[in-house]
């Protein structure tokens, strides 16, 4: 099949994938597509990547383009926030310990090696949450996220088979780790090109089970789920994801067992707590008879986890304050990537941890860290503490925090612009209830 041909099935696809979500969930507003525009560019690539634009120092600044893009989504998103009047005051008040996280990252920024650029990174961080209460503030916010990873889904997951298929110089690239080449996708590497996987799949899973009650009646919309899901495992396939591989189907395993009310009610009663014993019983069974390293390689793996673990000890190495760390965003600045690299060996410079506490710690510190572990304990223990219902919304909160924070042991996506950790934050975000009562949803226009 010629590209061009390809690339017109695509377009026509994408068409046909947007009209389902639009005859399915046409109270979203309008708006709900800047949080759609966001989470595809730090699910995929820059925008400057894509037009072929270089940044004068992108090991600093950045692109003018990507600035102005970013920029102007951000902006958007507030001037949504300021129309539908939601309470900022309300809003902090019930998420305290995340906006103490931003205050303290903020803070942090003051002792980076360049304030300013860290600052600029911040204001992107504070997008972050103002996406998020973009969509939590939909009249619909459950049907609005669903949507959310609907319509990021039909432009990420058909545009990466496109890509490797018949535009293998933007879909494939050259691994230095493997000497060989791999699937990237829209994104620029294969671990990005998981995450977005490992998302995608999350969302798509959870809308087609709360559809298939009625599958009757939506047969159509079934039916584009799961196309999009059959392409995600086509793209897992290719592009060996391990780790994101193993979180998707914890998620989904996790979505599908909270189906049964027992389920629900024998997890209630172990409680966080009980958890948490069971997790540290686990380690404690592992350390001694190691069953952990026949799963991992089974996965193709090793329990070096591809040379993680030589990382994880050589960043340990470099000097920095453990109590407030280098500073937000900033631990990977050029010398010390360049120096971890060839303390490692490598003929190319590193720029993560590749394990989210790790890296929070290296630029946060303990504080920051402390900060991290109060806000997803907390969060798990409201979820655990909710399942009485059978709510879906809730069991699709504890399947992406569970995969969250399994997914962070191995790659970094706590902090920044990363998908996941926007994903994240979705669910860590509480919207109270009482929003004014004066939001006039009718105002905005609908998709």
């Known amino acids: ?220 919309e079934i039916f584009a789920h799961l196309l999009l899901m059959g392409m995600c495992l086509y793209l897992f396939a290719m592009a060996h994801c391990a780790t994101a591989l193993a979180c998707t189907t914890l998620s989904v395993g996790i979505i599908a067992a909270m189906r049964f009310h027992n389920f629900r009610t024998t997890l209630r009663r172990v409680g966080m707590w009980g958890l948490i014993t069971i997790a540290l019983i686990a380690v404690v069974f592992n350390t001694i008879f190691s069953p952990m390293e026949i799963v991992v390689e089974g996965l193709g793996r090793n329990m070096t986890f591809t040379g993680r673990t030589d990382i994880w000890r050589e960043v340990l190495r470099v000097p920095i304050n453990p109590i407030i760390g280098a500073g937000y965003c900033n631990f990977w600045q050029p010398e010390r990537g360049e120096s971890v690299s060839r303390a490692l060996g490598f003929f190319f410079t590193i720029k993560e941890a590749h394990d989210g506490y790790l890296e929070v710690y290296l630029n946060s510190g303990l504080i920051g860290l402390g900060f991290i572990g109060v806000l997803l304990l907390g969060t798990a223990r409201r979820i655990i503490n909710g399942l009485e219902t059978s709510d879906s919304f809730e069991i699709f909160r504890l399947a992406v925090l569970v995969g969250a924070m399994l997914y962070n042991i191995t790659e970094s996506a706590l902090c920044g612009l990363v998908l996941l950790w926007v994903i994240l934050l979705l669910v860590l975000i509480k919207l109270p209830s009482h929003l004014s009562s004066d939001i006039n949803w009718e105002a905005e226009s609908v998709n």
Do not use: H
């Open 1 to 220: 099949m010629r590209s061009e041909f390809a690339l017109g099935i695509t377009i026509v696809l994408i068409v046909w994938l947007l009209a389902r979500d639009r005859a399915l969930r046409s109270r979203c507003s309008i708006s709900l597509w800047i949080p759609v525009l966001w989470l595809c560019i730090i699910g995929s690539r820059p925008v400057s990547s894509w037009f072929g634009l270089e940044a004068a120092d992108a090991s600093s600044e950045g692109s003018p383009t990507d600035r102005l893009v970013f920029l102007v989504l951000i902006a958007a998103a507030f001037a949504v926030l300021m129309r539908r009047r939601v309470s900022w005051s309300k809003v902090i008040g019930d998420n305290r310990w995340l906006f103490l996280l931003l205050f303290y990252l903020g803070v942090s920024t003051l002792w980076t090696d360049d304030p300013f650029v860290s600052f600029k990174r911040w204001i992107k961080e504070i997008g972050n949450v103002a996406m998020v209460l973009v969509v939590l503030s939909e009249a619909d916010p459950a049907n609005a996220i669903k949507s959310v990873f609907f319509r990021c889904a039909v432009f990420l997951i058909p545009t990466s088979i496109l890509l490797i298929k018949y535009y293998a110089d933007l879909g494939r690239y050259y691994n230095p780790f493997i000497w060989t080449y791999s699937y990237g996708g829209v994104t620029t590497d294969k671990n990005a090109l998981g995450m977005t996987l490992f998302t995608s799949a999350i969302g798509l899973f959870w809308g087609v089970f709360d559809l298939w009650k009625e599958k009757a009646r939506y047969k159509q």
